[in-house]
């Protein structure tokens, strides 16, 4: 049980035994042993004939065979499925497992009253099986439930989709509908595929993507992605990605193969159940034999070391490790994406959870990267007539700050006439707006234009200038404005023990240096080239403290080099992004610089989980092993240090899920 994402299941060693997780997957759905009612029935039937046969033997006494053949119904009602397990992996070759020290620990302590000096021990051993049975039922409960967790939470992909087609709209299954298809979206419907709005406006209930509760509204033009949920309107879509290409598709498959990349917490629990099973194997039949021999009363001693074997064999069944250790990792990746954290595997995980130095990229990660009018200063005339001026020759432009221009003061259809538009390389855009020469760009054009012109002294951006008829009419300052939570997220990546931030831009000093300042950044760069960037990151990661971790955060398209250099790679803003989806360690579903801080929360928190798990486990287990070999330990209590650390441990792994 080494490889699935949930338990540790090795699919590459053709086990015949999967987990039950996998099971649940439908690996093996015929075997019954696994279903928690068919496990309560057997548990029922066990336990009452247990009961039954312990009162028979207390009111007549009976030869030893006849006990065990009293006892044996409640024993292979119990443990049949064990033994057969065990019998098989035998067969193929992999005895070391947890249904192989239950079976020679159990069918030992029924036979060890036939040896001389020895008690029977027929309760005691259907009980052993009983409880590991009982065990085995609060795994399954539990797996289910982490499980049925993480099922709901995916549940984003659409069974049909409503397509046009013939002038009448048809369900189809979503593998069937193509590239440039109308899909018609009705309200409580997911979106099938990614596309475009053409017709229609709506809310989307997005949490199943980004975590967000708030819905998003949406209207034709707008782009939306498959696994959101269409609120109120009717909305008609074309198609822009096939089913298979859709981000729920891609998203489910990030899901769905993150246990491919195991953390050092898994591969150490791989390597340790490798070794150490066997070795308990052999340790305990040296305690069976040894001592008896050393003592010169073979057969005297013998039945009580071998009772102190079959003790040793219990407790020592690493399950406890090789189930929790995993289901927590899985727990943790299905947390975070309840959180529209995607995590692509656990080793990931592990080195977000040492996360010690957090490099930003300014734009569209800490900024909006939308240019926005935060200042205007006019002369001689308003600020309202600047901005009308500015936007009327702007009108045609594609530029990002002409379409800032033109947002803060939307002027089309005012009756007013724009003739002889000239735009200048390099300078600005000069046109005549009511009959006056308007001219708006730098202040090279304003040279050309016989403007005095001044600096703005007030605000940091880029400053457009404007001449009227060659005189200087004023400025206004176009910057790209600072996310709402940027500044909060960068106090909670201190507050998770992140020592130092810093932010890496193409920009120009003055406005990365406003920047850092205006949200507590460590450290800033500024006008630097794509490989300057990656030059930057090296020298961090030489100088980050040792065990510890560096994460890039960036839009993951134009970031990239920089994403694959960092010890994690986190796109965030990725949302129906491929570039960043294939790009990064690490994608945020929605554009909050917040969600780092989350990310790194949720994976310090999984990984302490993870250690409480080990340590527990085998602190316990440990203990009862040397009472065990002093003959302190009765059988109960070595049931509890496999059965009963298992069922706290995975109870325990459940919690990564929150």
């Given at each position: 049980m080494m490889g699935c994402a949930c338990c540790g299941h090795d699919e590459d060693k053709d086990e015949e035994k999967p987990c039950s997780c996998c099971e649940a997957e439908g690996e093996d759905e015929d075997d019954d042993d696994e279903d928690p009612e068919v496990l309560k029935k057997k548990i029922l039937i066990s336990a009452i004939l247990l009961v039954a046969a312990v009162i028979v033997t207390h009111i007549w006494e009976f030869p030893l065979l006849v006990q065990l053949v009293l006892f044996l119904p409640a024993y292979l009602v119990a443990g049949g499925s064990v033994l057969k397990e065990a019998g098989e992996n035998l067969v193929a070759g992999h005895p070391f497992d947890e249904d192989f020290l239950m079976a020679v620990a159990t069918v030992g302590a029924l036979l060890i009253g036939f040896i001389p000096g020895g008690d029977p021990m027929f309760a005691e051993a259907v009980f052993v099986m009983l409880f590991f049975q009982v065990g085995e039922l609060f795994e399954g409960i539990a797996e289910g439930n982490s499980r049925r967790s993480i099922s709901q939470l995916m549940d984003i992909r659409p069974d049909t989709a409503n397509v046009e087609r013939n002038g009448?709209?048809?369900v189809v299954d979503p593998n069937d509908v193509k590239i440039g298809e109308v899909v018609v979206i009705k309200p409580g419907e997911k979106v099938p595929m990614d596309g475009t709005i053409i017709e229609g406006s709506s809310s989307l209930n997005t949490v199943a993507i980004t975590g967000e509760s708030v819905p998003r509204d949406v209207e034709a033009g707008d782009d939306i992605i498959s696994g959101c949920v269409n609120v109120s309107g009717v909305l008609r879509v074309k198609v822009t990605k096939v089913f298979g290409e859709s981000t729920a598709a891609?998203?489910?498959?990030?899901?769905?193969?993150?246990?491919?990349?195991?953390?050092?917490?898994?591969?150490?629990?791989?390597?340790?159940?490798?070794?150490?099973?066997?070795?308990?194997?052999?340790?305990?039949?040296?305690?069976?034999?040894?001592?008896?021999?050393?003592?010169?009363?073979?057969?005297g001693s013998f039945a009580t070391w071998l009772l102190r074997a079959l003790t040793f064999l219990v407790v020592s069944c690493p399950c406890?490790?090789?189930?929790?250790?995993?289901?927590?990792?899985?727990?943790?990746?299905?947390?975070?994406?309840?959180?529209?954290i995607l995590i692509k595997g656990s080793n990931f995980m592990d080195a977000l959870s040492t996360a010690d130095t957090v490099v930003f990229d300014k734009t569209g990660t800490l900024t909006r990267g939308v240019f926005a009018v935060t200042a205007v200063h006019p002369d001689e005339i308003d600020e309202r007539e600047l901005l009308h001026l500015a936007a009327h020759v702007e009108e045609y432009s594609t530029h990002p700050i002409a379409a800032a221009l033109r947002d803060a003061f939307p002027c089309v259809g005012d009756g007013c006439e724009i003739k002889d538009t000239q735009e200048i390389a390099g300078q600005g855009i000069v046109a005549y707006v009511q009959g006056r020469r308007v001219a708006v760009g730098n202040t090279r054009l304003m040279e050309a234009e016989g403007a005095k012109w001044h600096l703005c002294e007030h605000d940091e951006g880029t400053c457009i200038h404007v001449a009227i008829d060659g005189?200087?009419?004023?400025?206004?300052?176009?910057?790209?404005?600072?996310?709402?939570?940027?500044?909060?997220?960068?106090?909670?990546m201190k507050a998770e023990g992140v020592h130092k931030t810093v932010m890496l831009t193409g920009d120009r000093e003055e406005v990365a240096q406003g920047v850092a300042q205006e949200l507590g950044l460590d450290e800033y760069h500024a006008e630097l080239l794509p490989a300057d960037k990656v030059d930057q990151v090296e020298r961090l990661l030489k100088a980050k403290p040792e065990g510890t971790s560096l994460a890039f955060v960036g839009d993951g398209i134009n970031d990239a080099p920089v994403l694959a250099r960092a010890d994690v790679g986190i796109?965030?803003?990725?949302?129906?992004?491929?570039?960043?989806?294939?790009?990064?360690?690490?994608?945020?579903?929605?554009?909050?610089?917040?969600?780092?801080?989350?990310?790194?929360?949720?994976?310090?928190?999984?990984?302490?989980?993870?250690?409480?798990?080990?340590i527990f486990a085998i602190a316990v287990k440990v203990a009862i092993l040397i009472l065990a070999l002093f003959g302190m330990a009765p059988m109960w209590l070595a049931v509890f240090g496999d059965v009963g650390v298992m069922v706290l441990c995975v109870l325990n792994a459940t919690r990564a899920l929150k």
């Open positions: 009448e709209v048809v891609k998203i489910l498959d990030l899901v769905e193969n993150a246990g491919e990349s195991k953390s050092r917490s898994e591969n150490f629990i791989t390597r340790f159940a490798k070794v150490y099973t066997p070795i308990v194997v052999y340790a305990a039949i040296a305690v069976a034999i040894i001592p008896p021999l050393a003592s010169g009363n073979f057969m406890a490790l090789v189930l929790s250790v995993p289901l927590t990792f899985f727990g943790g990746i299905g947390g975070a994406s309840k959180e529209g005189t200087y009419a004023g400025h206004i300052v176009i910057s790209d404005q600072v996310k709402p939570d940027a500044a909060q997220a960068i106090r909670d796109a965030m803003g990725a949302l129906g992004s491929d570039a960043a989806i294939e790009a990064a360690d690490v994608v945020l579903m929605d554009d909050k610089p917040s969600k780092v801080a989350v990310a790194i929360r949720i994976a310090r928190r999984t990984i302490k989980i993870a250690r409480e798990n080990i």
